[in-house]
């Protein structure tokens, strides 16, 4: 977290943060994460499988679905 205050522009710590929070099972703070490091770079691939996953536990298909769909377009 002090590494996002002092830059926030790379999704890779991120993504690393947001695995913290999903290991904590925080699914809440884990998605804010995983969405702020696919914001900072869309063609980073690495936090939609997660984040499907999340929506999967909440039980939000559409979502779900968004995101592994966004997952294969950029894996292409």
Known sequence: E?????SDEYPQTRHNLALLYLQRGDLDG????????????????????YMAEIYRRKN??????????KYEEIRR
């Open 2 to 6: 002090r590494a996002i205050a002092n």
């Open 30 to 49: 884990a998605l804010k994460h995983f969405e702020r490091a696919v914001a900072l770079n869309p063609d980073f691939y690495h936090s939609y499988p």
């Open 60 to 69: 939000h298909p559409p979502m779900q679905q968004e995101y592994l769909r």
